[in-house]
């Protein structure tokens, strides 16, 4: 276990009326936005099950999802404000606050528990000194504790701003990635081997992109002997 205080202090309630982050005057989808959310609402049976991409068009548009931006995306489909707060907070995808340049969503599930994903978490936590679900002094990282990710074949492994994973992590794989976002340089996209792939396809799904890596060993986490 980690030398790290990491313990996270109480959970406050939600303000129930916060203040607005997002100015009246900027808080309006485009009539280019809105003829979109129309398309997205033609191809459901109910309008308000389009919600998920509006949030989305939301999250993309405003950085994050504060209660006024959650308020326009339930209006857009004429639905109630809990219904569409009940799916922005369900998923770890959507921001509910604002957040760091880079978001480390680090998978804990069980199959990167089992393969240290609380040894990385906590050595992330120590290596930027901030808790989980805290943003660093500069601005530059929110680290966060996520569910499954899917991508168990590869576990330990981690998303960065819901984009491209990483996988099979180290310490060290770590630290070369901190070091890269600092520095402006994200991972680009990794095409995982599968082992039922390696004679029939080469071992590689997709022939347009510019790094692959095979499926490894996983390793037991530090308190697993």
């Known amino acids: 276990m980690s030398h790290f205080d990491i313990q996270r202090p109480i959970v406050e309630l939600p303000d129930q009326q916060p203040e607005p982050q ?16 129309a398309a997205y609402k033609d191809q ?12 989305w068009m939301g999250q993309e548009k405003f950085g994050f999802l504060p ?3 959650i308020q326009l995306c339930a209006d857009a489909l004429d639905m109630p404000f809990a219904k569409a707060y009940g799916v922005a907070t369900f998923y770890t995808q959507y921001y509910k606050e604002k957040q760091g340049t880079y978001v480390l969503d680090v998978c804990t599930c069980f199959a990167c528990q089992q393969t240290g994903g609380y040894d990385l978490l906590h050595y992330l936590e120590e290596k930027l000194d901030i808790h989980a679900g805290q943003t660093t002094d500069d ?10 990710l899917g991508c168990c074949g590869s576990a330990p492994m981690m ?4 984009g491209p994973y990483v996988h099979n992590l180290t310490e060290e794989k770590v630290d070369r990635l ?5 520095e402006g340089i994200v991972p680009s ?11 029939e396809m080469g ?23």
């Open 44 to 55: 459901y049976p109910t309008a308000d099950a389009a919600i998920m991409r509006v949030l």
């Open 203 to 225: 071992g590689n799904r997709r022939t347009d992109v510019e790094h692959t890596d095979t499926y490894q060993t996983q390793p037991l986490p530090e308190h697993v002997e």
């Open 139 to 148: 601005g530059t990282f929110t680290l966060q504790e996520v569910e499954c």
């Open 178 to 182: 901190i070091e890269d976002l600092q």
């Open 67 to 69: 209660p006024e931006v």
């Open 159 to 162: 998303q960065i701003t819901n």
């Open 22 to 37: 997002i100015p009246d005057d900027e808080l309006f989808f485009t009539d280019e936005e809105k003829e979109q959310i």
């Open 189 to 199: 996209f990794t095409s995982m081997t599968l082992p039922q792939d390696e004679d």
